[in-house]
């Protein structure tokens, strides 16, 4: 959980997800950040993948390049068979659209409602033997004409079955094509076409203070509502329950829950983050209203086009597992940073010639005071772009030129990463 000041005169619960269960009012346990999260267990029921030869439309300001195809191997006689998989990717087409007039809430959501949709989920729990079925229910947003879905990955967790529910009321069973636990997203895919999809903006381009409007279904039943407020902070740093960090956009939009998994809107019709969270009351003698957290939209962008086109997660790295300096660290004299605990061998920061005990204080000539600094900075690079570090070893301060590498994870199987709170004086780590 965030510090607050003791001024304030309570202390926050974690926030709450906004799946609605069952009517049961869930804490949140969001995912952690596994570089630059689940009320549920770990695992999940996985269904049919996407659309075989298919070209899907995303309609956005940038595009990635697709992937390359396998030519399967033909079983010759008196020798070994073996099998390869053959398929045509999918390529992502990028539609431009003028965003540049300024919207009133009710045309974002005259352009926007046929774009959101209802997720209900099928859960079965053994207890003791026995088995229990639950539903489960959230939101989500058309990113694609031909059925891609984005929501979050704690509204489908442990799901047998997903159905997509649109505005005018038609079902669809969905698949789930893959989800990234750790930033708690998930791309799911119907078999339709013609959809309308929603236009993806910058969520960069924001200030505090700015006007936004979110679209969902809090408790699983007001269906398709919408609630307006502003962006009250940028990169709120968020501890949920479960001790994990992620860095947030704050709105003091009504977000409950059933909205967890829909579009937070800018007031040119534009998705700018995906609501995953809020702040209880539950439990507390404060009441607390209307704080609410969206994921920024820039933060899994590129995680999304490469859970549909290539099907895993690419995400760049440096290869080091690192820490704050904790606080009896720093009266001994040790400046605040990144203290590098570990490194892979054969990373880029191996090669680069950083060392476990390093201190990296800048990032390109930008001082930085934890991890968080780090990995966040690493997250904003692309595969191949250099930093430059300054680092503090043994007294001295070296410079050291890193390339940022690539991380290839499934989109599948996946297991929790945690990111410590840099609250912390210990030496929590993680690798990234």
């Not at 570089?35 to 309609?59: C, K, M, P």
């Not at 992502?92 to 003028?98: C, L, M, P, R, V």
């Not at 999809?197 to 979110?214: E, F, I, M, T």
């Not at 930085?368 to 043994?394: Q, S």
Request: net charge negative.
């Amino acid at each position: 959980m965030n510090e607050y000041p003791s001024s304030c005169g309570y202390t926050p619960e974690p926030p709450e997800q906004k799946k609605n269960r069952s009517g049961l009012l869930m804490i949140v346990i969001a995912l952690c950040f596994s570089l630059l999260g689940g009320a549920l267990g770990a695992g999940i029921v996985l269904l049919a993948g996407g659309n075989e030869g298919s070209t899907t439309t995303v309609v956005e300001k940038e595009i990635t390049a697709p992937t390359t195809t396998s030519t399967p191997q033909q079983p010759e006689q008196d020798s070994t068979d073996m099998l390869e998989g053959e398929r045509e990717n999918t390529v992502i087409d990028i539609n431009k659209i003028d965003t540049s007039k300024l919207l009133n809430a009710a045309e974002v959501y005259a352009l926007n409602v046929n774009s959101t949709v209802g997720i209900t989920t099928s859960i079965t729990t053994n207890y003791w033997g026995f088995q229990s079925t639950s539903a489960a229910s959230g939101s989500g947003f058309i990113i694609s004409d031909d059925g891609y879905i984005l929501t979050n990955h704690h509204v489908i967790e442990d799901s047998d079955s997903i159905t997509v529910t649109m505005f005018d009321g038609t079902d669809y069973e969905a698949a789930l094509i893959g989800y990234d636990a750790s930033n708690d997203i998930a791309v799911l895919k119907i078999e339709a076409e013609g959809l309308a999809p929603v236009v993806l903006g910058d969520s960069d381009n924001l200030n505090v203070g700015d006007d936004v409007v979110a679209i969902g279904n809090p408790l699983g039943e007001l269906t398709f509502s919408l609630t307006a407020g502003k962006i009250s902070a940028k990169g709120r740093e968020v501890t949920f329950s479960n001790g994990v960090t992620m860095d947030l956009l704050q709105t003091d939009c009504a977000i409950n829950s059933g909205n967890s998994g829909g579009a937070l809107f800018n007031m040119y019709g534009e998705v700018i983050g995906v609501t995953n969270a809020k702040y209880s009351s539950s439990g507390s003698d404060t009441s607390i209203d209307n704080i609410g957290f969206a994921i920024p939209l820039n933060s899994i962008r590129d995680i999304v086009e490469s859970i549909i086109e290539k099907g895993y997660i690419s995400k760049p790295y440096l290869g080091v597992s690192v820490a704050d300096v904790g606080e009896e660290y720093l009266m001994y004299g040790l400046p605040a940073g990144a203290a590098i605990q570990g490194v892979t061998e054969d990373g880029p920061a191996q090669k680069a010639g950083l060392q476990k005990g390093d201190i990296v204080t800048k990032i390109d000539g930008k001082e930085i005071t934890g991890a968080n600094d780090l990995v966040d900075t690493v997250a904003l690079h692309e595969v191949g772009d250099k930093l430059m570090l300054t680092v503090y070893r043994a007294g001295q301060t070296l410079e050291v030129t890193v390339e940022v590498g690539e991380q290839i994870q499934s989109a599948t199987q996946q297991e929790q990463t945690q990111k410590p709170s840099t609250g912390l004086d210990g030496w929590g780590q993680w690798p990234f």
